[in-house]
């Protein structure tokens, strides 16, 4: 396509230059009714799944419809999306903070022609554009990352790992028949960025091989003190390679030390970790971020080591709803999952779900590794 400048001049870069300004007040995109009764609302009520009510004091009342979104999406679709709020709306719409939609309405008439409207928009290939759910003690969206869309640190996909587990769990989305929220969250590495480390269940990418190290380059593309600081284990040591005859400065790695994390490859291009069959997911479960009943907590490694099964993962998918069903069946209600794995016993969690307990779920990384051992003797057979 032929260039076609913005008016952006590249000789003089600064010159009409636009910068700190900040992103549009949220204000400006308020609804009518949002606007009219902010700070002023008395109760809502979930009417159906994915559909809410919120009333004010003055009596007035929104309307909420949430529908899935796959968060990669194309400016085809959120016109798409657009279009809907102009015609139902009055061009008002929200995503919320697991890259649902919402769309408001301000009276209760106005709500079956949005949803009849909603469910009856498809992809060509037969999925819903956007399914409604996702509201109370049932399977809301899954907070996920960049997987190999664009990211060059990750292990494993995320758009993919992510579709292949919402379509098992699909009924859930639009259901509420969970003892308490149950959030999925996807990382693609274990930088994990987003949720893994504080969701009930999660998903992550996992190295099983070191780093291969690039003699020829790595003294000219990294900072060396950089990469030996990045390891937590320590595994890397500066070193004097012999590479020709000339002699080069590079780093050496320790295998035994090396736990796979890619820390180093993060600071350092020449040492790159990514491998066909070793990289593969683990799945953690049991974290929380809220403050209910019991304090927030971190998600425990459940499952060491699946492999990548591209495009649909079948053993990663099965083994998730393998725990969900056993939580489902056996939990309180409001006890979300790290609550009732805490209350039976992880011992028990692990015999109701079915997964396997290997070494590799022991606690070794430094001194606070002892206090996730048992120093007691209660524990059932
Ligand atoms: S989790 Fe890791 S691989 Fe995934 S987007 Fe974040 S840094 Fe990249
Ligand atoms: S992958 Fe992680 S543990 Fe292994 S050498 Fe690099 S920083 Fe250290």
């Not at 679709?77 to 015609?87: F, L, Q």
């Not at 998903?203 to 099983?208: D, E, K, N, S, V």
């Not at 016993?345 to 051992?373: N, S, V």
């Amino acid at each position: 396509m032929a260039f076609i400048s913005s008016g952006y001049n590249p000789d003089k870069p600064m010159e009409n230059r636009l910068t700190d300004m900040g992103p549009r007040h949220f204000e400006e995109f308020y609804p009518e009714v949002i606007k009219n009764n902010k700070g002023k609302w008395l109760y809502h009520e979930i009417l159906k799944p994915g559909v809410l009510v919120h009333v004010a004091e003055s009596g007035d009342e929104v309307y909420t419809v949430r529908v899935g979104g796959a968060r990669l999406m194309s400016v085809t679709h959120i016109r798409e999306i657009c279009d809907i709020a102009d015609k139902h709306c009055s061009g008002h719409l929200r995503f919320t903070t697991r890259n649902n939609i919402e769309f408001m309405v301000d009276s209760k008439d106005k709500v079956a022609p949005l949803i009849k409207d909603l469910e009856s928009r498809k992809f060509d290939g037969g999925s819903f554009k956007f399914p409604i759910g996702g509201t109370g003690a049932g399977i809301s969206n899954i907070v996920h990352t960049q997987g190999w869309i664009h990211c060059h640190t990750p292990a494993t996909d995320a758009s993919g790992t992510v579709k292949a587990t919402m379509d098992k769990v699909f009924s859930d989305f639009q259901n509420m028949r969970m003892p308490a929220h149950l959030r999925i969250s996807m990382a693609c590495c274990l930088n994990m960025c987003g949720a893994v480390h504080c969701s009930d269940i999660a998903i992550l990418g996992y190295h099983r091989k070191p780093p291969m190290v690039d003699h020829a380059y790595l003294d000219k593309m990294c900072e060396v003190p950089l990469a030996i600081a990045a390891c937590p284990t320590a595994a890397l040591k500066p070193k004097k390679v012999d590479l020709d005859g000339t002699t080069v400065n590079s780093v050496e790695v320790n295998k035994n030390r090396c736990m796979f994390c890619g820390n180093c490859y993060t600071m350092c291009p020449s040492l790159p970790l990514a491998d066909k069959d070793g990289d593969g997911i683990v799945l953690m479960a049991g974290g929380k971020v809220s403050n209910r009943i019991s304090s927030p907590k971190f998600s425990k490694v459940v499952v060491a080591f699946i492999p990548n099964e591209m495009p649909r993962w079948p053993t990663m998918t099965k083994k998730i709803t393998d725990i969900i069903e056993a939580y489902a069946a056996d939990a309180r209600k409001y006890e979300r999952l790290g609550e009732w794995a805490e209350r039976i016993g992880w011992e028990r969690f692990f015999e109701k779900t079915g997964l396997e307990f290997t070494h590799h779920l022991i606690d070794d990384f430094r001194d606070p590794a002892y206090y996730t051992w048992r120093q007691t003797t209660n524990f059932k057979f």
